[in-house]
């Protein structure tokens, strides 16, 4: 079973390819305030959906960042 962090970076990968590990990991220590990645915890989630949706428009096109940021959101499904 994955981790939380796993899934993140996974479903962060399939929309930014080989940049999502090094962006994901600088998102979410600002959600956790400076823990390691891998302690994401789901509470944290919407959190994270809010910072991708402020910085991922630089990063590809809105519909593009609109899908990513509902993929994100569906993990908290899990």
Same mark, same amino acid.
């Given at each position: 079973m994955q981790t939380l962090y796993e899934e993140v970076l996974e479903t962060a990968? *399939?929309?930014?390819?080989?940049a999502a590990e090094d962006y994901i990991r600088r998102r979410i220590r600002i959600v956790m305030r400076g823990a390691e990645p891998e302690s994401?915890?789901?509470e944290k989630l919407e959190r994270l959906v809010a910072g991708i949706e402020m910085t991922a428009k630089g990063y590809m096109s809105a519909g593009?960042? *609109?899908r990513f940021c509902a993929a994100i959101r569906k993990l908290a499904d899990r």
């Open positions: 990968r *399939e929309f930014m390819g080989p994401m915890v789901p593009r960042a *609109e």
